[in-house]
Every structure is written in structure tokens, then in C-alpha cells.
């Protein structure tokens, strides 16, 4: 089993290697493919993260969505936890302790048809290697949702590390074909 944390320092060294450019171009590519996924175009309600500067740009996925009618929620960390926030047009935001943006506030739910994923890594399995903190392991496991991960394709690990705790994916779209 490959040391997690080693994985995650090997990562962030490919991720840094990509321009901001590459990311915004690699970005559309991944969230054009997940707006044509029958899953999402049947979701009436959307979670997903909203990006840090090392993950696939999510604010206009998410900004698309709201347009298109869906209810449409975003994370909202609270100490170990996170929950799904609604969030609309007026949504006011603020950096939480990590540097991501994150509603004021708002009201939460676990009604969510469709969830996007954010990771440090995957495998062919649609495992997910997060940052380490469980927050997605743990509201994944209490959310009946389609769970579709994103990321580029230098994110791709090809040694075991998922652990049982861990919350497989239903899917995961990078830039490259999948």
C-alpha cells in the first residue's frame, strides 16, 4: 500500500508544474463532459466544491447550474464536518481557514442528486485520495448521491492506497479521454 502523504507531495509537484492557462483550458474540457452526463442532466439538485487554485476551475460549472435551474449547493466547513449549503446568485462568500470560498451562511441539505467531487488523486477503481481530512468521506457515506470526481490526468495513481474508509466514486472525468 503507497504512503498517502507521499502520493499527495508527488501530485502537488505535477499540478505545479501546469500554467494557469493549462488549467483553465483542462477545466472547461472536465466540466463540458460532466454537464453531458445524462446523471447531471437528470439531477434537479447539484453539490459541488468550490476550486482552489490545484483543482479543476468550478465557479462557472457551478454559476451554469444556477441558470439552468438546479438547486445548487457548495461546502461548508464547520471543525471535522462540511455540509452542503445552497447557494444562489446573491450568495455572499468568505474564506474559510483553508483559503476556500464558502458561504456566509445558508441553509443545508443531504437531498442532493448529483455531487462533484474534488481530489488530490484517483485510480482506475474511481478512488478518491482527498487531502487527508475525511470531510468527503464522511458526508459521502451519509449522502445518497451520483458521485462524479474530477480532476486532471497527471492526478492518476497507479498504486493501491484506498483504505476501507474510503468512499469509492460512481465516476471520474478528467481532460484526458475517459
Known sequence: MA??????LDIKQKLEKLTDSEKEKMSQVIFNKVSALEEYKR??????????????YSIDFIKKAIK????VYVPKTDDDNMS???????????????????PKDGHGSEDIDFTVVPMVGFDSQNNRLGHGKAYYDKFLSKVKTYKCGVAFGC???DV??????DVPLDMVITDESN
Not at 439552468?68 to 438547486?71: I, T
Not at 462568500?93 to 470560498?101: H, P, S, T
Not at 493501491?160 to 474508509?165: I, L, M, T, V
Open 155 to 157: 492526478q492518476k495513481i
Open 160 to 165: 493501491p492506497f484506498a483504505e476501507s474508509c
Open 68 to 71: 439552468e435551474g438546479k438547486k
Open 3 to 8: 504512503d498517502k502523504r507521499q502520493l499527495r
Open 84 to 102: 452542503a449549503v445552497e447557494v444562489d446568485e446573491d450568495t455572499e462568500f468568505w474564506f474559510n481557514k483553508y483559503g476556500i470560498l464558502e
Open 43 to 56: 439531477a434537479k439538485s447539484v453539490f459541488c466544491f468550490m476550486s482552489d487554485f490545484n483543482e479543476p
